[in-house]
């Protein structure tokens, strides 16, 4: 349970925004937004190959940010 401080503040321990990522062919993530707040609790589902592992590697570094 989210407290209505939190709420209103906007505290987030963590938060993605306009997440992209694509291999050779495809295009693994299209603008993902991920926003977590204290004391919740989430749980990321979906198909095989939707890029759950994926934005996950981005959130962990394994997957750089390229810059243009």
Do not use: W
């Not at 709420?7 to 991920?34: C, H, Q, T, W």
């Not at 198909?47 to 959130?59: F, I, M, Q, R, V």
């Amino acid at each position: 349970m989210v407290s209505n401080n939190s709420e209103r503040s906007g505290e987030y321990l963590l938060e993605m925004s306009n997440i992209n990522k694509s291999f050779p062919g495809v295009k693994a993530l299209d603008n993902v937004n991920l926003k977590v707040r204290p004391h919740s609790i989430h749980a990321l589902m979906g198909e095989n190959g939707a890029g759950k592992s994926t934005l996950l590697k981005c959130l962990f570094g394994i997957y750089q940010k390229r810059f243009r």
